[in-house]
Every structure is written in structure tokens, then in C-alpha cells.
């Protein structure tokens, strides 16, 4: 059975940290290219972080380059999502995807709350 667990989501002042982790389990996991999403109340989804199956290549979305990191433990099964210098509109329930080629695998989300 294929499972994507996100952990570390909570609520954190403007300008904190939080890691996000996202543990595979039921797929070959190093098999797979790794995203996070987020998707904010009354907004779409949006892709945040990309991460190839070696994680020799990551990408980023405009709002997060430079603040968020995506990295992944292929021998964890995991991977990761560091967020520093948090911004109020970063306040979103945050996903992680696996995919390759056509096939997708979704979390249930975390929920991050940035708040003064």
C-alpha cells in the first residue's frame, strides 16, 4: 500500500523555521522525482519544491527560492522541506508528491500557520 506521511507542519512566527518531512513507504521511492506543494485557502494548488530521484536537481517556485530547501533521504525513504525566513502568505496546508512519468502518489498534507 502506497503511503506519503508529511510531518512537521505548526504554527510559527514571521521570520521562523519550520522542516517539513515526508515519509514513502509501499513504492520504490528512489524511483521518483519528489515535489511539495501548498495550496492556501480559497487559492489552487501551487508546486513549490522539485527534487530529482538522485537529488542532483532541485527546483523552486519564484516565492520560495532562497528560503525553502528540498532535499530527500533516498535510504530514509524521506524527504524534506526546509523552510526559513517564514512569510505570513507562505500560511498554507503543504503536500508532498511523488511522481514518475504519468504516475502520482499524494500526502495528506500539513498544515504550516505563519502568524504574529
Known amino acids: 500500500q502506497v503511503q506519503l506521511v508529511e510531518s512537521g507542519g505548526g504554527l510559527v512566527q514571521p521570520g521562523g523555521s519550520l522542516r517539513l518531512s515526508c515519509a514513502a513507504s509501499?513504492?520504490?521511492?528512489?524511483?521518483?522525482?519528489m515535489n511539495w506543494y501548498r495550496q492556501a485557502p480559497g487559492k489552487e494548488r501551487e508546486l513549490v519544491a522539485t527534487?530529482?530521484?538522485?537529488?542532483?536537481?532541485?527546483t523552486y517556485a519564484d516565492s520560495v527560492k532562497g528560503r525553502f530547501t528540498i532535499s530527500r533521504d533516498n535510504a530514509k525513504n524521506t524527504v524534506y522541506l526546509q523552510m526559513n525566513s517564514l512569510q505570513l502568505e507562505d500560511t498554507a496546508v503543504y503536500y508532498c508528491?511523488?511522481?514518475?512519468?504519468?504516475?502520482?502518489?499524494w500526502g495528506q498534507g500539513t498544515q504550516v500557520t505563519v502568524s504574529s
Open positions: 508528491r511523488a511522481q514518475r512519468g504519468g504516475r502520482y502518489y
Open positions: 509501499g513504492f520504490t521511492f528512489s524511483a521518483y522525482a
Open positions: 527534487i530529482t530521484t538522485t537529488g542532483g536537481t532541485t
